[in-house]
């Protein structure tokens, strides 16, 4: 007896959405990747093999690692990144003394000397204000590192823009196939090089809303 395909429209319609947020996402981190911006490898993965494209993937994903890991090379870096991670450690404990003292303050808990009250308060602050100070240490580093070797890593960097302008092409595509705005996928960029995008505006940011950046970033949708 023959077997029949049912077609189900809002399973086939969220598997449509799905594959416009991989091929989006993929877009997203590739191009931050790009920029030397640090990020796990196992969601790109992930994303790559949900839309098949597992070759792709594998034909960059030494260029990626390459790219991640470089920060570490620079004399200095790795050590300041290890800092960061104990202190984003404690983000947990300095969430819950904040919550305990914010208990004590309305009454919930009996008042404890005000030292140590202080202490619940003041130390959170410290720890976050200390992660703040080395994570943009780290970064300037890099972006001075990065300046001064400007050439530094231009295969690899190349490579994934190759892969990206792939990327946004299929995105594109699916966009049209779907009849779907493209201006529902915007995209902040740390590039706007690539082919199949309209930039839409550029702009100067500032790192925790204080500090100037020394690059531009992007907005832009998916356009031929």
Known sequence: MGRYKFSIPWFNRKREIDKLSDLRYLVLQLDSIRAFRRAGTKGLEDSFERIHSTNVWKKIRHDVEGIIYFPNTIPGVLRLIKIVATLRAFFPLCLGLMIFALLIRLGF????????????????????????????????????????????????????????????????????SRGENPDDYRMKLFHGDYRGIMVIKERREKVYGIFKRKYSTYIAIPSL
């Open 109 to 176: 808990i009996p008042m404890v000397p005000l030292a140590v009250f202080y202490t619940l308060f003041v130390l959170p602050v410290l720890i976050m204000v200390a992660f703040v100070s080395v994570d943009f240490i780290i970064r300037r580093k890099v972006t001075k590192y990065e300046g001064e070797h400007p050439a530094m890593q231009n295969e690899e960097k190349e490579h994934i823009k190759a892969v990206i302008e792939e990327l946004i092409l299929k995105l594109l595509k699916e966009i049209k």
